[in-house]
């Protein structure tokens, strides 16, 4: 395939691994970054970086000429624009396919939440435009649960009625994303990522603690602790992650995954192998000091 393919949110959980698994495809590569030695850093010398911020529009246009297709990965309030944007300017740039990362939770009975309102009118945008295209609606990434270790503590939020989630492990998501690339059969889908097994939350972190972090303290807390904690300090990532736990809590993981697993081989990363091998870095890390 002539040209490249843009990742949007190269740099973040989902973006990295599916960059990597493009590059190992051989793909030909370009990143759009607000800080590009980060992603020379991640990436080396193989992908083509160009620095930006994908909410202005001059910096997309740039980055868009010469790709026949974009794979946006981005904080789901940007959605929405960025979307637009891209459709707008496919049409300047010759842009062929948009692959676009929703979310298992955006359906129409979750729209009255922030996430799912963002991700349905980005996804509606994309069906709308015309270009081949593949939606990814993941669940929970692996990679997320280092973020709830902060302050010398182990977060476990969630009650324990939390609803268990398919955690899925990013190198699982990008080998999926990039396998779309080599098969037409998935234009046109909607394609839920599930991982191989279902763990509620405060297990998950708790098993993820223990093993990576085994001197730290585990604080239990419940989803309404976190939101009055958020709402006291002022803190706006614990809010959103508050907001997040009450959503899959309220509706549960929607989606099935087997669509996906039939076309691109599902996931095969357990927690437990994740676990394991981020226990491995943590340890090599120490190490090093
Ligand atoms: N993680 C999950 O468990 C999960 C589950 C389901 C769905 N999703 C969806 O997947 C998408 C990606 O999530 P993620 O967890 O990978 O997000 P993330 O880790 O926060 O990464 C966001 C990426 O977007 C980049 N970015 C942010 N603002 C930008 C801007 N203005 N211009 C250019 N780049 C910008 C960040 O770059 P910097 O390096 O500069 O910050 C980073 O590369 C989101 O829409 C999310 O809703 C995520």
Redesign the pocket.
């Known amino acids: 395939m002539e040209g490249k393919i843009l990742i ?8 990295r691994p599916v960059t990597r698994s493009l590059l190992e495809k051989g793909f030909a590569v370009r990143v ?4 590009p030695q ?1 992603a020379r850093r991640l990436f080396g010398a193989t992908v083509d970086v160009v620095p930006g ?3 202005n529009e001059a910096d997309l246009r740039r980055a868009m000429r010469g790709c026949w297709a974009v794979h946006i ?4 309030r ?2 929405p624009v960025v979307m637009e944007r891209v459709v707008g300017l496919g049409r300047e740039t010759g842009l062929r396919r948009i692959t676009y ?1 929703s ?2 939770n955006a359906h129409e009975t979750t729209r009255r939440f922030e ?1 799912s309102a963002a991700k349905l009118r980005a996804e509606a945008r994309l069906r709308s435009s015309g270009f081949a295209c593949t939606i990814f609606c ?4 692996m ?2 649960l280092p973020r709830f270790v902060r302050g010398g503590w182990g977060l476990a939020i969630g009650s324990l009625k939390s609803t268990p989630i398919h955690f899925v492990a990013g190198e699982d998501f990008g080998r999926m994303v990039a396998a779309s690339y080599e098969d037409d059969r998935a234009l046109g889908k909607r394609l839920f990522i599930h991982g191989p097994e279902a763990v509620p939350l405060p297990e998950a972190l708790i098993r993820f603690v223990r093993a990576c972090y085994p001197d730290l303290h585990i604080l239990r807390l419940l989803p309404w602790q976190v939101r009055l904690i958020a709402a006291l300090t002022g803190r706006q990532e614990l809010a959103e992650v508050a907001r997040l736990i009450a959503y899959f809590d309220e509706v549960g993981e929607l989606g099935d995954p087997s669509e996906a697993n039939a076309l691109l081989g599902g996931p095969t990363v357990t927690l437990q192998q994740w676990i394991e091998g981020r226990k491995a870095r943590v340890l090599d890390t120490r190490h090093e000091r």
């Open positions: 949007l949110g190269a740099t973040g959980t989902f973006g759009l970054a607000r800080l980060k911020d994908a909410g990965s981005l904080p789901y940007l959605d990362v979310a298992t996430m993941p669940t929970w990434a990679e997320t």
